[in-house]
């Protein structure tokens, strides 16, 4: 068994759609607020600081642009007033053997923005699509 570090270039997102194959993560985050506290008959001047919320950034993932491949859009568009199609997403750090070490997971997950790549006549790339997720929280399983 090797004591190297995790690489970071092969994973698997599972998000509802049909293709799972993605180029970019970013995002992955967890933050603990930290709140203020004091009460007036102390002898200490100074606050105390007990931990607060936990914040979780926005998600945002990145694939390559396909012929008929409208899954982004698609689910962006089930927003209307006060609804939107919400999903538990799994992203998993895969070992040599395609097996997962790490996995991410996000629930009620639904897109907040969809972004394509500039259109650029002189460009030598692929085109890619990103979209931006939102979710109620990040619970981490180590296999």
């Keep these: 068994m090797s004591n190297y570090p995790l690489t970071t270039s092969h994973f698997k997102v599972e998000w509802g759609g049909t293709r799972t194959g993605f180029t970019e993560i970013s995002g992955l985050s967890i933050e603990a607020k930290s709140i203020k506290y004091r009460e007036g008959d102390s002898a200490v001047h100074s606050t105390e600081k007990i931990p607060g919320q936990l914040k979780y950034n926005n998600i945002i993932l990145k694939r390559g642009l396909k012929k008929n491949d409208l899954e982004f859009y698609d689910w962006i568009n089930t927003i209307q007033h006060n609804k939107v199609e919400?999903?538990?997403?799994?992203?998993?750090?895969?070992?040599?053997?395609?097996?997962?070490?790490?996995?991410?997971?996000?629930?009620n997950a639904f897109p907040i923005n969809i972004e394509w790549s500039d259109l650029r006549a002189n460009a030598n790339e692929p085109a890619i699509e990103s979209i931006e997720i939102n979710h109620e929280g990040i619970f981490i399983e180590s296999i």
């Design 86 to 107: 919400r999903r538990d997403i799994t992203i998993s750090l895969l070992n040599e053997n395609h097996e997962p070490v790490i996995v991410w997971k996000l629930k």
